[in-house]
Nanobody, 125 residues
Framework: QLQLVESGGGLVQPGGSLRLSCAASGFTSGYYAIGWFRQAPGKEREGVSCISRSDGRTSYADSVKGRFTISRDNAKNTVYLQMNSLKPEDTAVYYC??????????????????WGQGTQVTVSS
């Protein structure tokens, strides 16, 4: 059974950092592009970043460029999202998701086949 599990969320002060992890099981994550999404209360789920299967191509939403970095360790079947200079508006439930390819559709929720359950990130003083 294909499964994605997020971890690493928590409460952090503005300006702080967190690293989220997305662990894949039941399939080899290297065969899939992995995206990170977030959903704040009352808002739609939005694409944050995506990384390709094997050549390391990455994409970022404008709101997180220069602050967030996505990376993957295919040997560990894990994708990471390093989040620096966090702002209160980054507060949301963060989800990882898998799809076969990395292309210009990466921010679209319906483009993904598999989803994790999410991890809460709260940025507050």
């Amino acid at each position: 059974q294909l499964q994605l599990v997020e971890s690493g969320g928590g409460l952090v002060q503005p300006g702080g950092s967190l690293r989220l992890s997305c662990a894949a099981s039941g399939f080899t994550s290297g065969y899939y592009a992995i995206g990170w999404f977030r959903q704040a209360p009352g808002k739609e789920r939005e694409g944050v970043s995506c990384i390709s299967r094997s050549d390391g191509r990455t994409s970022y939403a404008d709101s997180v460029k220069g602050r967030f970095t996505i990376s993957r360790d295919n040997a560990k079947n894990t994708v990471y999202l390093q989040m620096n200079s966090l702002k209160p508006e980054d507060t949301a439930v963060y989800y990882c998701a898998a799809r076969r390819f990395h292309d210009s559709n990466w921010p679209m929720v319906r483009a993904y086949d598999y989803w994790g359950q999410g991890t809460q990130v709260t940025v507050s003083s």
